[in-house]
């Protein structure tokens, strides 16, 4: 499967776009929409690269899901794209969102593991919360 708009508007929405390196909230170098790999103190990108960090971010957490879960809806699949893009494809692969994702990707359960993500450096933030409830809405919607 591919995301569709729908996860690329989420993930942009929830990462926002930094055209200059700064450090998240989790203390890594970040630009763009949330990139991470090869990003340098000082570092500044332009808007069009930006968007093809964010087609190659999103095309690696699109593999991590289709290697990882089948029979997906599309707003699943799309919800677990943004999910994987933010917390990264071995915390997704070790999370008991996937394992009940596997049993049943329809159990609602589910909302509950998506709202245990939340915490960087131990504490809450609001803009993760926020996150895991437009994933959840998203991945329990009918389209």
Same mark, same amino acid.
């Given at each position: ?9 989420? %993930? ?6 930094? +055209? ?5 909230? #989790?203390? *890594?170098?970040? &630009? ?7 990003v ?12 093809k ?8 957490a699109?593999? %991590?899901?289709?290697?990882e879960?089948?029979? +997906? ?5 799309? #919800?677990? *794209?943004?999910? &994987?893009?933010?917390?990264?494809g071995?915390?997704f ?31 809450? +933030? ?18």
């Amino acid at each position: 499967m591919k995301a569709s708009e729908k996860a690329y508007s989420l %993930i942009r929405q929830s990462e926002g776009l930094r +055209l200059t390196a700064y450090r998240c909230s #989790a203390g *890594v170098w970040t &630009v763009g929409y949330g990139h991470t790999i090869g990003v340098t103190e000082g570092m500044t990108i332009s808007i069009e690269q930006a968007e093809k960090y964010l087609r190659q971010d999103i095309g690696t957490a699109e593999s %991590i899901v289709n290697a990882e879960c089948s029979n +997906l809806r599309q707003c699943q699949f799309d #919800a677990l *794209v943004s999910f &994987v893009f933010n917390v990264g494809g071995g915390n997704f692969r070790k999370s008991t969102l996937l394992m009940k994702v596997k049993v049943n990707p329809d159990d609602n359960s589910i909302m509950d593991e998506f709202l245990r993500w939340v915490y960087a450096k131990g504490k809450v +933030l609001s803009g993760l919360q926020k996150r895991r409830l437009a994933e959840m809405k998203l991945y329990f919607s009918e389209s």
